[in-house]
């Protein structure tokens, strides 16, 4: 029997990351740079490690939620391009333009912010305009506005007027027109702040843009979800030539004997409806298996299914193995990815919990290792 492989591990393949990246430089043509999202420590995934599987893949960019994740990555990357896409206190706009990373801006009271700051540490900072065309989140509603704060950046000496941007709300709905509709507001914004910073990276798509619409590509996409395998309309990531990176493994600690109407777990949720065997496993919400899944999943063990049964713990699950079974403790199990013939995704962990694929893989804690393979 292969010896388990602990408590709980999340195994990263690395080169799939790489050739998923590959597959969507690919995709988007030469004309197109990659810039690949590693905020939430890579969704799950591990973000230092991810980011350079993805530059080896092509990427030419990194992108990240906050300021502190920048300068975790430019420990890594020291000439690599980082774009910071949330909002900033004056505190973090510090800790980003120190790390050298390229910051989002909307408003002119934070341009003039970026402008001061930029004089203290005695650097240019390059910076983004953002045009909220329909996400309704960060970003300038009015066009002209934002065209006019275009402007204003490129006249600012200590700025420099990188990009131009927008994000989409619905392009993981295949059914929504409301894609196309932000691409018309965006397309003359990206046009005039164009003519004013001739050379400037135009871009919007995320991953199920860029799977999606050419259109949406411009000069660069910012894919994440895609770059990790995982599929941004929560079907099958094969379909799009996708590998999944991320498998969840633990084992079976311990096999019982249930007779009959004997429960397992808090609360008694799950009875054994006839005598039957219960394996346990080491791991629970703790580490990310989230509660919702309490009789509502299956596991990998000897590459075939077998139900979680009872409440989910904070460090134990159960699951049924059956009236007769020759599962041992010390068994290895999985609980995404791969096992013998069978497989089980994110894609299907998240519908069982009527989420997102996103939300799964983040939500992997970080008592959870991460073992990384080529
Ligand atoms: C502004 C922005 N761009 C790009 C992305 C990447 O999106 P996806 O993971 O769907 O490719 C995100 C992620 O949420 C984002 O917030």
């Known amino acids: 029997m292969a010896e388990p492989s602990g408590r709980a591990l999340a195994v990263v393949d690395a080169g799939a990351v790489e050739r998923n990246c590959r597959a969507l430089k690919e995709r988007v043509g030469e004309g197109t740079e990659l810039c690949a999202v590693v905020k939430a420590n890579g969704y799950g995934h591990g973000a230092a490690t991810c980011a350079a599987a993805a530059l080896r893949g092509g990427a030419t960019r990194l992108a990240v939620a906050a300021a502190g994740e920048a300068e975790e990555l430019r420990l890594h990357f020291p000439d690599t391009p980082i774009l910071v896409m949330g909002a900033l206190t004056k505190e973090e706009l510090r800790v980003a333009l ?47 506005a934002l065209i006019e704060l275009a402007r204003s950046c490129h006249d600012d000496q200590r700025l420099e007027l990188a990009g131009v941007w927008t994000h989409f709300a619905t392009a993981d709905e295949l059914e929504d027109g409301f894609l196309e509709e932000q691409l018309a507001v965006f397309r003359p914004v990206a046009e005039a702040v164009s003519e004013i910073a001739p050379g400037c990276t135009v871009h919007a798509a995320n991953s199920a843009a860029t799977l999606r619409d050419p259109q949406t590509h411009f000069d660069m996409v910012r894919c994440g979800i895609a770059i990790y395998g995982l599929d941004p309309f929560q079907r099958d990531p094969t379909e799009h030539g996708l590998e999944p990176a991320l498998e969840l493994h633990s084992y079976v600690a311990d096999v019982k004997r249930f007779e009959r109407g004997a429960s397992a777990g808090y609360g008694r949720t799950w009875r054994a409806p006839e005598d039957t065997w219960v394996g346990v496993l080491p791991l629970g919400y703790g580490d990310g298996v989230r509660r919702g899944l309490s009789n509502n999943a299956e596991v990998l063990v000897d590459g075939r299914r077998y139900p979680l049964v009872g409440t989910i713990s904070m460090d134990n699950i159960t699951i049924e193995l059956g009236p007769d079974t020759d599962v041992e403790p010390g068994t290895p199990a999985v609980l995404i990815g791969p096992q013998g013939s069978g497989r089980i995704l994110a894609e299907e962990v998240a519908a069982r919990l009527e989420t997102i694929n996103y939300e799964v893989t983040c939500g992997i804690s970080q008592r959870v290792p991460r073992e990384y393979r080529e």
């Open 98 to 144: 120190t790390t050298h990373a390229e910051i989002a801006v909307w408003r002119e009271d934070f341009r003039e912010l970026c402008s001061r700051m930029s004089a203290d540490l005695g650097r240019m900072a390059r910076v983004h305009v953002k045009l909220d065309s329909g996400m309704g989140r960060l970003g300038e509603r009015d066009p002209e």
